[in-house]
């Protein structure tokens, strides 16, 4: 196995340990959120772009398309409004858009712009 990819392994693990370690103490004090971030980065045509997904706490099912349409609603008036031309049926070549939505998650082609998501919706 090469360095960069045992890195990456090794890296990813850590995150993983270091949220489910968050998790539990924040359990362990009696303090339930109504979602986690978990943070990822992916391709879209070549691009990386940093990620984010809202993981909504089980026991509040039901509520969690109002904060969706809150967080995109934010997006728009921070970041511009965007599209999700990358998928479907017509999708453009390049990734051309500061942020996308898509499969219940926020697409940040910029990480400080994943940041800022963060700092506004772990609050």
Known sequence: MNSTLQDQI?????RQMQEAIDNDVLRSLGISLDFQLIYDTNTVYGKRYYTVAPIWNPDRLGWHNNEWDEMMAWCV?????????????????????RWYANNAK????DQR??????????S
């Open 106 to 109: 926020f697409w940040f082609r």
């Open 113 to 122: 712009d994943r940041d800022w998501f963060t700092l506004r919706w772990s």
């Open 10 to 14: 090794l890296s990813d693990i850590a």
């Open 77 to 97: 008036a921070t970041f511009g409004p965007s599209t999700s031309r990358i998928w479907g049926e017509n999708p453009i070549p390049e990734p051309m858009e």
